[in-house]
């Protein structure tokens, strides 16, 4: 591959010392640039083209339409579904269940968090549970640092059970030919596991301190929480949709259908729905607020980082790479396993995990016929995965989620300071890696 795009390359240069070279400047600028993630991104790439490390139709070729897909169907899913009012009758009513008990509803929000991240994503979970967790500590008059950080980690954790609950597992699944179900089967019990140590260490924490007087209870419990939706027609519809969804997902191999498909046709159909009700302008306004929700920045810096990191895999760096690691593991799949749980966890808990992931994707891949061939090497892919998205929990830059609840944080006057974050964070989540680590050994070797 090297000298199909040789010629062609500026000056001469080497392309695979060149392409390397944008790929850390976007690191660096990723990590510590003073720009949003999507422009460096794109302009990454932009210059890739520019300097003919790639041409622009191989540039396409690089994207992963599928991954696209997926991410913009579910972000519309979740802007439609959250106008309803849908996740603060979650929160108020999860509070409600156990009578308004500090420690329960700790507890709870936890759980709540975690399953909607599952179905959704954690971003969207944790923008949509803050707001009314902070009404419910400030009506029991409790510290709320220690509920907005757990829901932090359970929505990382809940995300990193399914296909669709956190960008990285989109990244690896549809690359990877891993579907919703080989998720549920590999990733979700090892997700499950560390919630229920998570949970119990929050308990210890802070659960076992927390009181609130018998007056502020009485408050909490005459909270109406259906009074919470605001759209019960829209309410039903979503939920229909997204359960539909969910089971399409399920059963995608019977129905050859790719996760994008499913997402996309979804969004449609959800969109369909709440637009049957208005007519002429109304109708456009609907359409245009769904699509103002979408998150195009994140959409544009992956299209970005999939063309930069193609143009890393063609130039033949990430095959070479791969070959050192599975020199430096003796061939061992079990080493290199924990290589990649271990150096995943770490390195996503300091830089940004979507990127990490996306150049460890074709890493892998090139290591597939040192192991046998890609079957041989699935346990790979879940030690990324759960690196990936459990090391994001270990500092408040770690993830997109963490960044959130930081922001809505400050806004409400709540110190929620990296130094603070991380004398939690880290020590647990180098327990959830152990946790992860014992999974992976005892399940697969």
């Not at 540039?59 to 913009?72: F, V, Y």
């Not at 989109?170 to 140590?197: E, K, R, S, W």
């Not at 080493?335 to 994707?361: G, H, K, Q, Y």
Request: hydrophobic share 60%.
């Amino acid at each position: 591959m090297n000298q199909l795009i040789a010629p062609h390359l500026l000056f001469g240069l080497d392309p695979m010392w060149v392409s390397l070279a944008v790929l850390a400047l976007t690191y660096v600028f990723i990590v510590v640039g003073p720009f949003n993630h999507a422009i460096v991104a794109l302009i990454a790439a932009v210059v890739v083209v520019i300097i003919g490390l790639v041409d622009q139709s191989e540039a396409t070729r690089g994207i992963d339409w599928n991954t696209i897909g997926l991410l913009a169907g579910m972000m519309i899913l979740v802007s439609i579904s959250r106008r309803s009012g849908l996740f603060q009758y979650v929160a108020v009513a999860s509070a409600q269940q156990v009578r308004a008990n500090p420690a329960g509803i700790l507890l709870m929000l936890q759980l709540a968090t975690a399953l909607l991240s599952a179905v959704l994503n954690n971003v969207s979970t944790v923008l949509l549970m803050v707001p009314v967790t902070l009404v419910i500590a400030e009506e029991l008059e409790l510290p709320r640092f220690p509920f907005l950080f757990a829901e932090v980690f359970a929505a990382n954790i809940g995300g990193t059970a399914t296909l669709i609950g956190d960008p990285p597992n989109i990244l690896i699944g549809t690359q990877a030919g891993l579907d919703f179900n080989a998720f549920l089967l590999h990733a979700a019990p090892a997700a499950l596991m560390v919630l229920c140590v998570q949970m119990a260490l929050v308990h210890l924490i802070w659960g076992r301190s927390l009181h609130a007087s018998k007056e502020r209870q009485v408050l909490v419990m005459g909270m109406n929480a259906p009074g919470m939706v605001t759209d019960w027609p829209l309410l039903r519809r979503s939920v229909a949709v997204l359960a539909a969804v969910l089971a399409a997902f399920v059963f995608a191999g019977p129905l050859r259908l790719e996760p994008a498909t499913i997402a996309l046709a979804g969004a449609a159909v959800l969109m369909l729905l709440d637009n049957m009700r208005g007519r002429g302008g109304r109708q456009a306004d609907h359409v245009h607020a769904t699509f103002a929700d979408i998150e195009w920045a994140t959409i544009f810096f992956f299209i970005g980082l999939f063309v930069v990191v193609h143009a890393v895999e063609t130039s033949g760096f990430l095959t070479l790479v791969g070959g050192k690691l599975v020199t430096l593991t003796g061939g061992h799949l079990m080493a290199a396993a924990t290589i990649i749980l271990w150096v995943s966890a770490i390195l996503s808990a300091v830089i940004d995990n979507i990127p990490f992931v996306a150049t460890m994707i074709p890493l892998i891949k090139d290591m597939a016929p040192a192991f046998g061939g890609p079957n041989a090497i699935e346990p790979l892919w879940w030690s990324l995965s759960l690196g990936a998205c459990l090391g994001g929990n270990g500092t408040l830059t770690g993830a997109s989620a963490n960044l959130a609840v930081a922001g809505i944080a400050a806004r409400n006057g709540i110190r929620f300071g990296f130094m603070r974050y991380l004398a939690y964070g880290a020590p647990l989540t180098l327990v959830s890696i152990a946790i992860c680590q014992l999974y992976v050994w005892l399940r697969y070797f």
